[in-house]
């Protein structure tokens, strides 16, 4: 698919392209040499591509058509090609002094001609059933844009990297309910990562993450909150426990205190955020399916997260031909994506092998299936409980990671069973009568 511009429109990009060099690093991830219609355009635009990848600068003019010589075709004329860089060299200055305009016509026509490839692409994928791959194709060209980002030089970028630093130190942080957690992390955690908590069948991972929903929104951070096993009216019922603090026993009987106390509770906390439940069936739920999600809630609702839910990392779809381990692994590296492309905080959870009942303190050695889940985490703890903890309402958490702060301790929680709250410290003795 060749340039729908006029001809002094290609030969300003390729006279561009070839004497700035700020110009041909914002076109070369998005211009292929066959987008231009002729063939003189295309090899010269491959020649400044090869020879500024190889000897990092710009060719000269006679480096440019020697370069160009070595690939003529049989029937071409090298004359032509002296004529037509003579024709691109002489445009008048005025006509291509507006680089924006250029490169937004570049940019324009770049995405248009990605986002036709990947369409093409995309049926033979869809012959194959390999959604994935269909969704890489797309996001690959919704992607396409001149922004270029080469890094940071670290010994010339140092002041502008602090201010980075300290702006970003401004940021709102994301507590858990544990002070002494929010302590080692230096205020808790930021956009862009995610955590991870391990514990045994019914020890509480669904409790803490249900706990963790309360803390951000009342935090004022808006949660999406995905349940994979339990129907959403069942989650919100934890919830109504866990925000006004009434048994879960008198909740059916209790409604208009219900609704009584989490109107006190949005009043009071004027900031706090917005909270959505949603329901997925066991193992139907993709990364692919949850990005069609957030992007249904921006559309339709208006409704951006700062921190996704995700009950639990084991529910969610693997990919068919993938074995357990590393279906798993895949899952936690594409949550950890979406953290990183949605700017959120992503929180999950996952199981213990069988050797999680029987430790004391659940370390990485007791995941289940992949060590690989954690690797992309920035904060992993385990709850750990004996019987005679479960039986006093206690149980311990221990950091097993953590990138920005200390790891490795042990903290003591309280678990009130009755209204489905969890605290750091030990339990009160009157908390569940």
């Not at 409704?303 to 895949?330: C, H, N, S, W």
């Amino acid at each position: 698919m060749a340039y729908k511009f006029q001809d002094s429109i290609q030969r300003g990009i390729l006279y561009l392209a070839k004497s700035d060099e700020q110009f041909l690093l914002q076109i070369m991830p998005m211009v292929k040499s066959e987008y231009f219609e002729f063939p003189s355009h295309q090899k010269m635009y491959t020649v400044l591509n090869e020879f500024f990848l190889t000897y990092k600068k710009l060719p000269t003019n006679d480096q440019l058509l020697e370069e160009t010589k070595n690939i003529l075709a049989s029937h071409e004329l090298f004359g032509d090609y002296r004529d037509e860089l003579e024709s691109i060299n002489c445009l008048d200055e005025t006509s291509i002094d507006n680089q924006e305009y250029y490169l937004d016509l570049v940019e324009e026509f770049a995405k248009e001609q990605a986002i036709k490839d990947a369409i093409l692409k995309s049926v033979d994928h869809l012959k194959k059933k390999n959604y994935g791959a269909i969704e890489e194709e797309v996001r690959g060209a919704f992607s396409v844009n001149r922004n270029v980002d080469l890094g940071t030089d670290y010994f010339t970028d140092i002041r502008e990297r602090w201010v980075r630093l300290n702006n970003s130190s401004l940021e709102p942080k994301f507590r858990t309910p544990f002070e002494t957690v929010n302590e080692a992390l230096e205020g808790g955690m930021a956009h862009k990562e995610m955590a991870m908590v391990v514990a045994p069948p019914g020890v509480g991972k669904s409790l803490f993450l249900a706990n963790q929903a309360a803390r951000s929104v009342l935090d004022g951070h808006n949660v999406l909150y995905i349940s994979l096993e339990m129907a959403e009216d069942r989650v919100a019922q934890r919830l109504d426990s866990i925000f006004t603090r009434i048994k879960q026993r008198e909740l059916s009987e209790r409604v208009d205190d219900i609704e009584e106390r989490l109107t006190i509770i949005s009043k009071q906390w004027e900031n706090r955020g917005k909270l959505v439940i949603k329901e997925f069936p066991t193992k139907r739920l993709s990364v692919t399916g949850l990005r069609a999600f957030l992007n249904q809630l921006k559309n339709y609702e208006d409704f951006t997260p700062d921190v996704i839910v995700m009950d639990y990392l084991e529910l969610m779809k693997t990919e068919k031909d993938m074995a357990e381990y590393q279906g798993q692994e895949r899952l936690a590296q594409e949550l950890r994506g979406i953290a990183s492309e949605y700017e959120v905080l992503v929180w999950t959870a996952t199981q213990t092998n069988r050797e999680g009942k029987k430790v004391n303190i659940i370390t990485d050695a007791e995941l289940a299936d992949s060590y690989g889940k954690i690797r992309v985490c920035d904060l992993v703890f385990s709850i750990n409980q004996t019987e005679q903890e479960f039986d006093g309402g206690e149980a311990r958490l221990y950091l097993m990671k953590s990138r920005n702060g200390r790891a490795r301790f042990v903290v003591p929680i309280s678990i009130d069973y009755t209204r489905l709250v969890i605290n750091q410290g030990v339990r009160d003795a009157t908390a569940q009568s």
